[in-house]
Nanobody, 128 residues
Framework: VQLVESGGGSVQPGASLRLSCSSP????????VAWFRQAPGKGREAISC?????????FHVGSIQGRFTVYRDNAKNTVSLHLNTPRPEDTAIYYC?????????????????????WGQGTQVTVSS
């Protein structure tokens, strides 16, 4: 197991939720980490990436923009995704993914799905 997501579950619209990504195998401080999601019947879509330096790149525009925040806590070896005011259309399996980046500039954040390490995903269901 390379990456492990946690924090998923059922939540009412408007209630916030925090998902966490950790690794029993390596230090996430050496990795660029991104969050993706896949809704029922849809393809996987990228949400955001956080670089080693803590800079974030938002990949998804539209309804997500401004509502989801990615941040890292290197002391706890975690990268979190905060879902603020989730909506029913945010229902999906959420995945974190990582790419070793210690040999690259600190602000490096790969676009697309160029991430070798993945978690199993955590289900988020937004429903009243």
């Amino acid at each position: 197991v390379q990456l492990v997501e946690s924090g998923g579950g059922s939540v009412q619209p408007g209630a916030s939720l925090r998902l966490s990504c950790s690794s029993p195998a390596f230090s996430l401080a050496d990795y660029a980490v991104a969050w993706f999601r896949q809704a029922p019947g849809k393809g996987r879509e990228a949400i955001s990436c956080i670089s080693r330096a803590g800079d974030t790149s938002t990949f998804h525009v539209g309804s997500i923009q401004g509502r989801f925040t990615v941040y890292r806590d290197n002391a706890k070896n975690t990268v979190s995704l905060h879902l603020n005011t989730p909506r029913p259309e945010d229902t999906a399996i959420y995945y974190c993914a990582g790419k070793f980046a210690r040999d690259r500039r600190p602000t490096y954040c790969p676009r697309g799905s160029d991430y070798p390490a993945w978690g199993q995903g955590t289900q988020v269901t937004v429903s009243s």
